[in-house]
């Protein structure tokens, strides 16, 4: 290394290119004590290795980031829901794309009870989210499933919770797809009156004479406790899928 008149530095050619080869290693997202490491070993075998490490790394941060820009992108979905939907107990027969969803089963009927178990089932599917190593980001617009024919017979009987979850996931025990269709759907802004509301929607059905043809599904559209911070705020949208044909 020489200095010119003007003080500047100068490097060799050998230094330059030295130099360039850190810059780009630190471009691939390197940090400079794992580039020592590898121009301290002089080999290619050795530099190889780290960039197929590099690209495990950086496939992973990109599959958490997109999980991260699914949760975001649901979120803002369900503000907006929440700001269009209808007023609360105004029934509708709209179109719903298909999801996927996480569910669990419970021992107990939370319908039996008051909004206290209801926070401890809610607390069992986050334990078994944690358990299984699913991402807490999905811990968000939860919903309960109502089996068809205990819908049709008035018995509010449930042991399942689910979680929405990305498509991209596979299906198996845990994990199902729910088709599209149109749904017949209410909308409830309190917590405790869903099985007033549930009840209605099942008179909606039967003064239309439309054919329910699944079952029926309490979904958490937001919950944000900005309103209250002594309970959950939620916004439901309770539905059923028909069948017209």
């Known amino acids: 290394m020489r200095k010119g008149y ?17 810059v780009y290693m630190k471009e691939l997202g390197m940090s400079l004590s794992e580039i020592r490491q590898i121009l301290e070993q002089g080999d290619i075998q050795a530099i190889e290795s780290a960039l ?3 690209k495990r790394q950086v496939k992973d941060q990109i599959a958490k980031l997109e999980m991260r820009l699914n949760a975001i992108t649901r979120t803002i979905e369900s ?42 089932i ?30 049709l017979e008035k ?18 025990e845990s994990v199902r797809r729910i088709d599209s269709g149109m749904y017949a759907c209410i909308y ?10 549930a009840g209605r929607l099942l008179e909606y ?6 054919t329910i043809c699944g079952d029926y599904i309490c979904e958490v559209l937001t919950e944000f406790n900005v309103f209250d911070d002594t309970k959950r705020s939620m916004f439901l949208r309770l539905q059923v899928p028909l069948k017209f044909r």
């Open 122 to 151: 809610l607390s069992q599917l986050k334990e078994t989210i944690i358990k299984q190593d699913l991402p807490q980001i999905y811990y968000c617009n939860v919903g309960t499933i109502l089996p068809m024919k205990d819908f």
């Open 79 to 120: 503000v907006e829901r929440f700001r269009k939907a209808p007023d609360c107990g105004m029934t509708t027969v709209e179109y719903i794309p298909h999801r996927k969803i996480f569910a669990i089963h419970t021992d107990i009927n939370f319908y039996d009870y008051d909004s206290s178990v209801y926070e401890l």
């Open 6 to 22: 003007s003080n500047y530095r100068y490097y060799s050619i050998h230094q330059t290119a030295r130099l360039d080869m850190i």
């Open 205 to 210: 059905c039967k003064a239309h004479s439309y």
């Open 188 to 197: 409830v802004d309190n917590f405790d009156d869903e099985p007033e509301y």
């Open 155 to 172: 018995r509010l009987v449930s042991n399942e919770i689910f979680v929405f979850v990305d498509d991209e996931f596979p299906e198996n």
């Open 52 to 54: 197929i490490s590099k």
